[in-house]
Structures are given as C-alpha cells and as structure tokens.
C-alpha cells in the first residue's frame, strides 16, 4: 500500500525559506503563522484556526508534550527546550534529502542556507529571488541607464551556485500586465522613476511593471542557460495580493514563451487556483506545480486540497514543498500532513480500483522527489 512508502520517503522541498534562531514568546511565535500584518483580534489567537489546531497536535509530541495542550503550553515548552533543540528536533523529524531554499524574503531574521543545511543534516541550496535582487542593486546606487544591463550581469553572478530563480510577478503587479520583453530605454526610463520615488518615500519596494517584465525575460535567459526552473508564486499570500488577478493563467503567454525556450515554470502555493495549474500542467510542457503553504494552513481538510490538485494534473508535474518560513513547525506540519494526505488519496484510489499499489507507490516517488530531481540540478 502506498501508505508505507509516504511514511518513509525521503521528500525534496523544493521551495521553502530560513527558519529563526530567536527565541520566541507566545506573541511573536503567531506572527510566524500568520499572513496578516496585523495582530489577531483582543480576546483570540491565531492558534484559533487549522494551522494552530495543528501545531498543538502535531508537533506538541516532538516536543515531549501531549496532543492539544494549549497553545500557552506549548510555547513555554519550547522556550524551555531553546530554539536550537527545538529547531534541530522537528527539522530532523520531517525526513527531507534537500532543501531548495527562497533567500529573497526577511533573510536578516532567519537562517541562511548553509546554517539551514547545518540544522536539517541534509543539504539546502539556494533559490535566488529576482525582485529582491534588483532591489537590492538600485539601494546601491546604480544609475537608471545602467540597471537593465547591471541587473543582467549581477543576476549571472549570484546564480552562479543556485538551483532556480523566483519571481513575486503576482503579488508585486499581478499576473495582469503585459508580457513583451521591454526595451533598455524604457527600462531605464521607469528605472529613474522608480529611484526618485524612493528617495522621496525610502521606501525601494518594486512594483513597476516595465522593470519587472525585464526582470522576467532576464531571468528566463539565465534559466535557459543554466537549465534550470523559474519559480512563481501563486494565489494566496498577505494583505499586499489582489487575488482576482493573482490567477495563473493570466501568466499564459509568459508561461508559453518559456516552453519555447524549454525553461520550466514552477507554480507555488496555487491555493485557490490548484484546478488552474493542474489544467496548465496539461497544456505546457514546462509547467509544474505544488500546494506548498496550503496543506499547513488547510490542516484538517490538507486531504481535500491535495486531492483536488490531483484531479487533472500529470503526476509527473506535481512537486513537494513546504513553504516553510520562519518556524521549524511549518517545515513538519508540510512534510506530516503531505504524507498523511496522499497516503489518503490514494487508499481510496486503490479502493475504488483507480490504480494498483505499483501506480501509487510511482506517483507518491514522482511527487515527493523524482520530479524535483529532474528539474533542478541538485
């Protein structure tokens, strides 16, 4: 039965961030599962809701403590056990071989990759984020002529040792927007806009579409060079999303553009658009997808979300990711409610005669790492 299997496999996440070594009080350990900027309403707690409900029963064990204490109790206990013992326990429990880790988002308050790799004892590579990239190029002062070609040249640099590129397209200016390669002027020209702006607010958050379309066909020639995937968010996220246009297939005629190239795309998160990227799964060869994020958030109903995501996608398009940030917990809780979940799905499939105990054991291989492997050079 593939049950078995999924219990002991050893998954690729392939999309995940940095954990903190801070120890956190009760207050602070919620923010890391949440996605507003705000905190919860006086008199409730954000472990009020699936991922809090699966903390406390799922990972409470790992820390010696019985399913569904508090969520008071439990946060003493890791206090009491210190954030290195607790991170090294549930990291090591969660039976990674790789860690392809996003450094482009808060990477001054969590673990670089090789302190990742260190805590985890298996090895984690880089994912390198485009948009924090050329952020961080135009807060060093590189001129707006220059950009386009300095973004160019240092994205080369940096990738130098990395598995993939990520773009935020969705959540920095939606899937909505033109998709034509722009030209150096107008690069250049919405480059100096998006300089004196910050100067004037010190703010350097991009969300100019020209600049990001450079980016995007920047990356995809890296990408091709390289051999290896663009990652792209999708759908949910923070208060910053515009869900209605955060829709993957408005990212079609990029997404067609690299499968002429043969760059493959990988869509992340998906959630509330998993029928979505499963149909573009079907059509384009370069297209892969996860319900990373989702199945931690969704907990109980972690079933449901994956077996919608299986409803028409290839299996061989399908990838395991936790999109953890932050917390050790969020790295568990994937890999647990992961193996729980297609553990599940598939039982029933061989139940109802839809496939063998040979059909379930290839497609849980196929999504806890074969498909990864095939993509990225690890």
Not at 129 to 135: G, S, W
Not at 328 to 351: C, K, T
């Amino acid at each position: 039965m593939p049950i078995e299997l999924a219990k002991t496999i050893a998954l690729i996440d392939h999309h995940c961030h940095g954990i903190t070594s801070k120890d956190l009080d009760y207050v602070n350990f919620q923010k890391f599962i949440s996605e507003s900027y705000r905190p919860p309403p006086e008199g409730t707690s954000d472990f009020q809701k699936p991922v809090g409900l699966a903390v406390r029963r799922f990972c409470a064990p790992v820390l010696d403590l019985e399913k569904g204490v508090s969520g008071e109790d439990y946060v003493r206990r890791r206090q009491e056990l210190g954030p290195d013992e607790v991170n090294r326990r549930l990291m090591r429990a969660c039976g990674l071989s790789h860690l392809l880790i996003d450094t482009g988002h808060r990477a001054s308050i969590i673990l670089d990759v090789p302190a990742m790799a260190e805590v985890t004892a298996v090895p984690a590579r880089e994912v390198v984020r485009i948009e924090a990239l050329a952020e961080e190029i135009m807060r060093a002062g590189v001129s707006a002529d220059a950009f386009p070609n300095v973004f160019a040249d240092t994205l080369r640099k940096r990738s130098r040792n990395a598995v993939g590129l990520k773009t935020i397209v969705a959540y920095r200016t939606t899937f909505a927007i033109d998709y034509s390669p722009p030209s150096h002027e107008a690069v250049s020209q919405a480059a100096g806009q998006w300089m004196r702006r910050a100067e004037v607010s010190g703010k350097w958050r991009l969300d100019d579409a020209t600049i990001i379309r450079h980016l995007l066909w920047t990356a995809g020639e890296v990408c091709r060079e390289r051999r290896f995937p663009l990652q792209s968010h999708v759908g949910v996220g923070d208060a910053d999303i515009l869900m209605h246009a955060c829709d993957p297939t408005h990212f079609t005629p990029f997404i067609a553009a690299m499968d002429e190239w043969d760059v493959p795309i990988t869509l992340l998160h998906c959630f509330p658009f998993m029928r979505e990227a499963c149909w573009l799964s079907e059509v384009f060869r370069n297209l892969y997808y996860d319900v990373g994020f989702t199945l931690n958030f969704a907990a109980p109903q972690s079933e449901v979300i994956l077996a919608e995501a299986l409803e028409m996608g290839k299996f061989s398009k399908m990838l395991y990711s936790s999109d953890a940030f932050g917390l050790p917990e969020l790295y568990y809780l994937g890999a647990f409610l992961f193996r729980r979940s297609i553990s599940r799905v598939l039982d029933r499939w061989i139940a109802e005669d839809f496939c063998s105990p040979q059909d379930a054991d290839e497609i849980v291989s196929l999504i806890a790492s074969e498909n990864a492997r095939r993509i990225y050079p690890i």
